[in-house]
């Protein structure tokens, strides 16, 4: 295990873990008030160093490549939160940490705008074939494109947008494809105000009415265990052959074989993935294929918006070991005052 610890800090100094890379700036602020053990080697742990890295702490910052669950949390007896750095947190099992009575945290709000940039980025890469033409380049064939009829890609302006998963994230989209003329369609858990709706100028459908309509469609819903593979064979085999996909939220929530297959079959025209089931591994049969985007789960990572994640993950820690309620509580049962 590759731990560094700050000798300078104090020995009464209550001692927190820091489980990948974060800005020096914000570990020295750290080091201020406790004894910081920090993977600033930023390699992924496996369950048993999580485990032990927990045991003697009081506060951790985490980010998705941990998972928090009962047997990380079997040797952690000192341990009073867990602060996530991303909104998201299905690495964390809420009940279990509930049990154990370790607070959980996130950082949302911060990062909506970047990411709804980004969700917009990868539509437009997606179904411009950015990446795809660029290799063309890389590769020395730009001769071989054809100056009219080369390798074509489908429009974004005045098309149907198809949002499944429709909080902040998710209208911030929406508010950006107004700007290019879109149809706005979206599916979500429950309907949004009719406020918000008008906000967005979207309206709601089902799910299938969202897959059969949409020339884009795009995820940005939280993983829950209930929406493992909702897109899979059946879900894409409702969509436009000329249709995109793109994935914002979560690995699993896509089949990403079924979605391989799909692909090289053209059941669809393309597919962005900025998340993937088991990453950061990715399923060979999408590396195989040139109609699909691929990015290492970066739409929130720009500087200011990882530094104010970075930020409000360790406001989060710090005011739970400072006896005050953290800004961004998931298991509120646990902070009764
Ligand atoms: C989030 O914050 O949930 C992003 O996906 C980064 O992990």
Redesign the pocket.
């Known amino acids: 295990m590759n731990i560094s610890v700050n000798t300078q800090a104090l020995m009464s100094k209550p001692k927190i873990f820091v489980a990948r890379a974060i800005f020096p700036e914000a570990l020295a602020k750290l080091e201020e008030s406790f004894e910081v053990l920090s993977n600033q080697a930023d390699r992924i742990f496996t369950p048993q160093e999580l485990q032990k890295a927990l045991s003697g702490v009081v506060g951790a910052l985490v ?2 490549s941990e998972r928090i669950d009962a047997g990380a949390l079997s040797e952690a007896s000192g341990l009073k939160v867990v602060a996530n750095i ?3 947190y299905n690495n964390f099992d809420v009940p279990a940490m509930s049990t154990a009575g370790v607070m959980a945290s996130n ?1 949302p709000d911060v ?1 909506t705008d970047t ?1 709804a940039d980004f969700g917009f980025a990868l539509l437009m890469a997606t179904a411009r074939r950015i990446t795809e033409s660029e290799h063309w380049i890389r590769n020395g064939k730009w001769d071989q494109w054809s100056i009219v009829n080369n390798p074509l890609g489908m429009d974004l302006h005045h098309s149907t947008l198809g949002i499944i998963g429709m909080g902040r994230i998710g209208q911030g989209i929406a508010k950006r494809a107004l700007g290019f003329g879109m149809k706005v369609i979206y599916h979500n858990r429950s309907r949004l105000s009719e406020a918000d709706e008008k906000a967005c100028d979207a309206t709601y459908v089902s799910k299938e009415d969202l897959l059969r309509n949409a020339d884009h469609v795009i995820l940005v819903l939280p993983y829950t265990s209930e929406n493992h593979h909702m897109i899979g064979a059946k879900e894409i085999a409702l969509m436009k052959p000329s249709a995109t996909l793109v994935n914002i939220a979560r690995g699993g929530i896509v089949d990403d074989l079924a979605l391989a297959q799909a692909l090289k079959a053209g059941t669809i025209f393309a597919a962005g993935l900025d ?1 993937f089931e088991g990453e950061p591994k990715v399923n060979p049969e999408l590396l195989k294929l040139s109609n699909v985007v691929l990015a290492p ?1 970066i ?2 990572a720009t500087e200011k918006t990882r530094r104010a ?1 970075v930020d409000l993950a360790v406001e989060n820690l710090s005011a739970a070991l400072d006896g005050k309620r953290p800004p961004n509580l998931i298991n509120a049962e646990l902070f009764k005052n």
């Open positions: 980010t998705g991303s909104v998201g950082t990062l990411t998340v789960h739409a929130s994640m």
